[in-house]
């Protein structure tokens, strides 16, 4: 089996934890802002671990086990929970949206795209289908490349980067409504983190040892990541809106930088490295308890009527702790009962 590279599962685990404070927030500046410390990090992430050495059969096996057997799992699991029990946590939580039906609900799963609005049962699947599409995107690029020049160059690479992302604005800019399946548009933009990923791995990323020039490097990148996201504003990477996309790209990479130097200075950090390892399950169920803490424990529900005010964003730290807790135990039972579901990775 090969070795983890604990950095990786470090920078995950602070990934997914900030997702799941900007589920609990829904909205507002916060959620903004948080979108390019989590979202676009996973994407690089998938760059740096990302190996196109393998046939067709092989990379799309794998993926099929990884990514979409559990979609479609945590899918049609959440049609039947939402069916049952989604009105009551909209009416609750005062969530505007149409209705749809069963029949609309199961198209939803199967067509993936989340700015359909047919994936209301659980918003946070769309980026499953998307990384398969991404994954999928690059890997097709690197086997056609590869059996012409041998290797794929940096400068391909780069130039193959560019290329897809424009054609993914060009898709959102000029067909704003023009929603493809497996939210293929958003994949052909992300295409250019995961290359991104793939570019500096071997450059840049294999170096990493806990030192105090690293550290001044990591405090640097963060704090610039800050700056820049607060200065691009409000996005969301689930529905194209990045406001300045340049900025976007530099301020998702410097958080993805600095969460894995951070994670060279606690590389012993079992619990965040195991919640890194955890973060499918965490994915794929974290809406549920979220949205029941949200109807239920009243200091959460009144966080997130002002998801602007720096004590909401507070508020969230301590139950999104625990709604990863919940997520792993959940896991766990998954794994135990239905492995298939939810294969180790």
């Known amino acids: 089996m090969k070795k983890r590279i604990t950095y990786i599962d ?36 998938s760059g740096l671990t990302y190996s196109y050495d393998k046939t067709c059969i092989e990379f799309f096996g794998k993926k099929i086990k990884t990514i979409v057997i559990p979609y479609f799992f945590a899918a049609f699991v959440s049609v039947i929970v939402y069916t049952f029990l989604g009105k009551n946590a909209g009416t609750s939580l005062k969530s505007n949206g149409q209705d749809y039906s ?20 659980n918003n946070s699947l769309w980026f499953l289908p998307c990384l398969f599409s991404t994954l999928s995107i690059v890997f097709l690029f690197d086997k056609i490349v590869s059996q012409k020049k041998g290797t794929v160059s940096t ?40 290359e991104c990923g793939i570019i500096l791995k071997d450059f840049v990323f294999e170096n990493f040892k806990a030192s105090f020039k690293f550290f001044i490097i990591m405090l640097i990148a ?19 809106e990045y406001s300045n996309f340049l900025i976007y790209f530099v301020s998702a990479l410097l958080f993805s930088t600095s969460f894995m130097l951070l994670g060279c200075f606690f590389d012993k950090a079992k619990i965040m490295h195991y919640v890194g390892r955890s973060t499918l399950q965490i994915l794929i169920w974290n809406k549920f308890p979220i949205i029941l803490m949200q109807m239920k424990i009243p200091f959460i529900k009144n966080a997130i009527k ?20 919940i997520c792993i135990i959940i896991g766990k039972i998954q794994n135990k009962l239905l492995p298939v579901t939810l294969p180790s990775r």
């Open 10 to 45: 470090f920078a995950k685990a602070i990934a997914i934890y900030l997702v799941v404070i900007a589920h609990f927030l829904r909205n507002g500046a916060f959620f903004a802002y948080l979108i390019p410390a989590s979202v676009p990090v996973f994407f690089a992430l």
């Open 102 to 121: 069963i029949s609309e609900n199961i198209f939803g799963i199967f067509y993936a795209n989340a700015k359909t609005g047919l994936m209301k049962w």
């Open 155 to 194: 400068k391909i690479r780069i130039i193959f980067a560019i290329c897809s992302s424009l054609l993914g604005f060009f898709i959102t800019a000029f067909f704003p409504k023009f929603y493809l399946p497996w939210h293929i548009e958003t994949a052909l933009i992300n295409v250019a983190f995961v």
């Open 222 to 240: 963060f704090l610039a990541a800050l700056v820049l996201s607060y200065l691009n504003g409000e996005v969301s990477a689930r529905t194209d």
């Open 306 to 325: 002002n998801p602007d005010e720096f004590r909401s964003l507070v508020i969230c730290f301590l139950p999104s702790m625990a709604v990863i807790f």
